[in-house]
């Protein structure tokens, strides 16, 4: 149980270009999904939260319309990269939890390079 | 701001060893700690989970916590070279974020065979 799945798994874009990331629950409901960034050899770092139905609230220093998220329905949340910039390149991750929100299960992950 | 410290490493430990992992926080007010494990270029993988003092064993892994230290542990117990990763403490709970995650930096444990 409790399994979480990312799409893309990697992709290349250009800069300037947009990104759309997919995070679903596949055997749960996730009542608030949580979007993570990776820089290399550094820690998870939270960017925004979102729960289904409402506005995702964002860490403090993330672009609320840089990284535009949608969380449609209490399977799925997107991630969207815009105006990408090579300074964007990361591994972003995103994670599930259910009512009791203590656990997060974390999908596979997104490597996005943008050149 | 929450902080949530480990030991970088690398910790080096022969195949069959206990691997002790030492992680403390900074805020007082956490309530439930988790310990998750990253191999390179993966995402990390819920392994423990923890929200009273004491000791919680599952398998070869137990978690220890002492809220007065501040202070949180994975033991790993016959360890396997399949263990060596990257081991994430993290922390939630306190400060009104009752489940926004903290993370720290990690620990690089290498098992040697």
């Known amino acids: 149980g409790a399994v979480v799945s990312q799409h893309p798994s990697w992709v290349i874009c250009k800069s300037g270009t947009s990104v759309k990331i997919e995070c679903r629950s596949l055997?749960?409901?996730?009542?608030?999904m949580f979007w993570y960034r990776q820089f290399p050899k550094q820690s998870l770092m939270l960017m925004a939260t979102?729960?289904?139905?409402?506005?995702?609230?964002?860490e403090q220093g993330v672009e609320k319309d840089k990284f535009l998220i949608n969380h449609a329905s209490l399977t799925l949340s997107t991630l969207t990269v815009t105006s990408a910039h090579p300074e964007d390149s990361s591994f972003y991750i995103c994670?599930?939890?259910?009512?009791?929100?203590?656990?997060?299960?974390f999908g596979p992950g997104t490597r996005l390079t943008v050149t | 701001q929450k902080e949530v410290e480990q030991n970088s490493g690398p910790l080096s430990v022969p195949e069959g060893a206990i691997a002790s992992l030492n992680c403390t926080y900074s805020?007082?007010?956490?309530?439930?700690f988790f310990w998750y494990r990253q191999y390179s270029g993966k995402s990390p993988e819920l392994i423990m989970f923890?929200?009273?003092?004491g000791d919680k064993e599952d398998g070869r892994f137990t978690a220890q916590l002492n809220k007065a230290s501040q202070y949180v542990s994975l033991l790993i117990r016959d360890s396997q070279p399949s263990d060596s990763a990257t081991y994430l403490c993290?922390?939630?709970?306190?400060?009104?974020?009752?489940?926004?995650?903290?993370f720290g930096k990690g620990t690089l444990l290498t098992v040697n065979p």
């Open positions: 055997d749960f409901q996730a009542t608030t």
């Open positions: 805020d007082r007010g956490s309530q439930s």
């Open positions: 993290a922390v939630s709970g306190g400060g009104g974020s009752n489940y926004k995650l903290t």
């Open positions: 923890i929200y009273s003092n």
């Open positions: 979102s729960n289904e139905g409402s506005k995702a609230t964002y």
């Open positions: 994670s599930a939890a259910g009512l009791g929100l203590y656990e997060q299960y």
